[in-house]
């Protein structure tokens, strides 16, 4: 696949492995002090993962964790829109929108975004739409039902196949609405309506969906499938973070979602090396 994804008015090589930093900014993620005070911390926090070396930086106004409570429209704009006017006046690094609220797309595109990220795939009523007016690239992630019911007893015959067949069928929704392949990034969506073995093998089998000839988005950091099998409570899942962003590198993901930015750069820094030599 053509490996520049155009975001905006900066391009991405992806013929190279990408960092993009996690940027919450969700009341449970902010500290207790007022807007302001939140505000300036997020763009330190953008700052300070820019400077690690992300690439994007993924601003999400919406707690997408199993169980997350619904946040409206509104509550989710006031908390994402100033974040992402003060990252685009401040930083040089590529914004992606981790939203699923056609409002929330179009301001965000309006101020300076150059990805929307969309872990519902644009299945809510005028995000299609919304998403191919901004003209931005858009992450597909697979997901079933919501947060609160998403993770009781998911089942599939073949986790990897019918990820698969989800991916094309929404990459096929895109095409209808003009959103061309040339602007689609591709994701499986670890921990979204998956069991543990439902994750691990999908990671395992995360090569077949090259056969959609898109760049993969993989966002394994911290995550429960990590804490299950270390046994690791979710401040204690750096390494095995780590491991998975090696994996996923060598399984040809291009771009790593994650909240340890430096420590994912010297990952993808050492296989670039080991790639690069004779
Ligand atoms: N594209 C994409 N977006 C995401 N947003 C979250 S929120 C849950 C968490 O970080 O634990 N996960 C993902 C992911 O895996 N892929």
Known sequence: HPARLSC?????D??????????NVTPDSFSDGGQHANLDAALRHAQAMVAAGATLIDVGG????????VVSPLEELERVAPVVEAIARELDVVISVDTSTPAVMREAARLGAGMINDVRSLARDGALDAASDSGLPVCLMHMRGEPADMQNA???EDVTAEVRSFL????QACASVGIGAERIVLDPGFGFAKTVA???SLFKRMESLHALGRPLL?????????GNVLGRDVNDRLYGSLALAALAVDKGARILRVHDVAQTVDVVRMIAAVEAAE
């Open 8 to 12: 905006g008015s900066r391009v991405l």
């Open 14 to 23: 992806l013929s190279r492995p990408h960092v993009m930093g996690i940027l």
């Open 62 to 69: 919406e707690s997408t964790r199993p169980g997350a409570r």
């Open 154 to 156: 998911p089942r599939y």
């Open 168 to 171: 094309e069928a929404r990459m």
């Open 198 to 200: 439902h994750n691990l």
């Open 218 to 226: 993989v966002g394994v950091s911290r995550k429960s499938m990590i």
